[in-house]
């Protein structure tokens, strides 16, 4: 029995030690972690480097945008004419015209194709600039002000830790010369 009152009074000291021990350690950081949020949605959607990112693809993508018009354009009397004339067509007539259309119809389908992976690809090279931007004045912010996490993806956050207006901010301070990514090669319009 004797080991018994030892063993708790050994287990007492200990833990009232441990207990001591730790208090200093919880007194400081009594307020838990700091936490904010940023909506990296929102910095695509408000920031001036992704306006100016948008602003030059659509620069870069305007004039094939406008040649694939143009030439849906030229395809439509084609199909329409067919349609409308085609019972009176001699065979050999109908089928030239349907080569014809044919023919166009596949060469429009490629060329907007290859203009829908030539501007994903640019747009995500302008997007992830911005990204990468974005990340690097969230980690400043971070550093500076002691936040312990930041998060960009949530199910649910307070508004009170949504830091993101203060990245637009200092986003939109940042000079011009630093929005300027390398940019691609561009691609000639005929393509």
Not at 41 to 63: C, H, P, V
Not at 126 to 143: F, G, M, S
Request: overall charge positive; charged content about 30%.
């Amino acid at each position: 029995m004797r080991n018994f009152f030892r063993l708790v009074a050994v287990l007492a000291f200990a833990t009232g030690t441990c207990a001591v021990s730790l208090q200093p350690a919880l007194a400081q950081d009594a307020s838990g972690p700091r936490l904010g949020y940023v909506s990296l949605e929102r910095i695509l959607r408000e920031s001036n480097a992704a306006k100016a990112a948008q602003a030059k693809l659509d620069g870069e993508f305007s004039q094939r945008q406008k040649d694939l018009a143009d030439t849906a354009a030229r395809v439509k009397p084609l199909y329409d004419y067919l349609e409308k004339n085609s019972a009176v067509m001699t065979d050999s007539e109908r089928a030239r015209r349907q080569k014809e259309l044919a023919d166009q119809d596949k060469d429009f389908q490629r060329r907007q194709r290859e203009f829908n992976e030539d501007l994903n690809q640019r747009k995500n090279e302008e997007l992830a600039a911005v990204v990468d931007r974005a990340n690097r004045v969230i980690r400043q912010i971070a550093e500076s002000e002691h936040y312990d996490m930041i998060f960009q993806d949530a199910v649910y956050f307070n508004p009170r830790v949504d830091i993101t207006d203060k990245v637009i901010k200092a986003l939109n301070a940042q000079p011009a010369s630093a929005s300027a990514a390398p940019s691609a090669p561009s691609v000639p319009a005929g393509k």
